[in-house]
């Protein structure tokens, strides 16, 4: 069985960029609740640049293993250039609906604001069961774009803009 993180595990967090204090104060949150211990395998699905790889890196410690999969060679490039001196982390290039992981062979798993953005959600969610082992324990993380609220003074225009961004731009807005 798969520990999935719930909905409302996040409470409080502000989904945003990741440089500015609240996005990485959800990330610091996301990777405490995954409750990463030493010696596990972790997979970043859509590490992009690496953000993350280093955190995950230093709660497996010297025996465990991180891997972090994108498949945009320029986030490769600087997710191996952040990571090239840290011990267990692996760049992989891979689609999130066809893993360049082994079945169970990962005991956490992330997957931080790319469900909105894949072709198939369900099977992307299906390639992060089959890769996890048993009592895995699943971080997914995305935006609540059904709320998205512009403040501005043309209400027209914001909701001219929300639509857009949730139907033109956002592919799995609803996620």
């Not at 956490?108 to 198939?120: G, N, Q």
């Not at 971080?139 to 609540?144: A, F, I, N, R, T």
Request: aromatic share 4%; net charge negative.
């Amino acid at each position: 069985m798969i520990n999935w993180l719930s909905p409302g595990a996040l409470r409080g967090a502000r989904l945003g960029f990741p440089s500015r204090a609240f996005g990485r104060a959800y990330k610091q949150q996301l990777i405490d609740l995954l409750d990463v211990a030493p010696g596990q395998t972790v997979l970043d699905v859509g590490c992009g640049p690496g953000t993350d790889l280093s955190a995950l890196a230093e709660r497996v410690g010297e025996d465990g293993s991180v891997i972090g999969v994108d498949r945009d060679p320029a986030m490769l490039a600087q997710a191996r250039e952040r990571t090239s001196d840290l011990h267990g982390v692996e760049i992989r290039e891979g689609d999130v609906h066809a893993l360049p992981i082994g079945p169970a062979s990962v005991d956490r798993a992330k997957i931080d604001r790319v469900l909105m953005h894949v072709a198939e959600p369900d099977a992307a969610l299906t390639q992060l069961h089959r890769a996890t082992r048993p009592g895995a324990l699943v971080g997914l993380v995305e935006p609540d774009w059904d709320t998205l609220v512009v403040d501005a003074e043309d209400r027209q225009t914001c909701r001219d803009f929300t639509w857009y961004t949730t139907e033109k731009v956002v592919r799995n807005a609803t996620i």
